[in-house]
């Protein structure tokens, strides 16, 4: 659960100099999160998700 809310706390904007692979890195690393923990907590996971899907929005205008 601590590994959820650790990515739920750090899928922010990412810093100006991270390359377009690193936030999609950064990205592919939190949904292989979601996709392996999700069952440990629902309310959390779906959190991570909810977030997971507007850093994409978001990121998906820079890259």
């Known amino acids: 659960m601590v590994k ?11 810093p100006i100099h991270w390359t377009s692979a690193k936030i999609l890195q950064y990205r592919d690393e939190a949904i292989e999160i979601h996709t392996h ?3 440990a907590s629902p309310f959390l996971a779906s959190r991570l998700a909810a977030k997971i899907q507007n850093y994409l929005e978001v990121e998906g ?3």
């Open 4 to 14: 959820l809310a650790d990515r739920i706390t750090n899928l922010q904007p990412p």
């Open 37 to 39: 923990l999700q069952l």
């Open 61 to 63: 205008r820079r890259l």
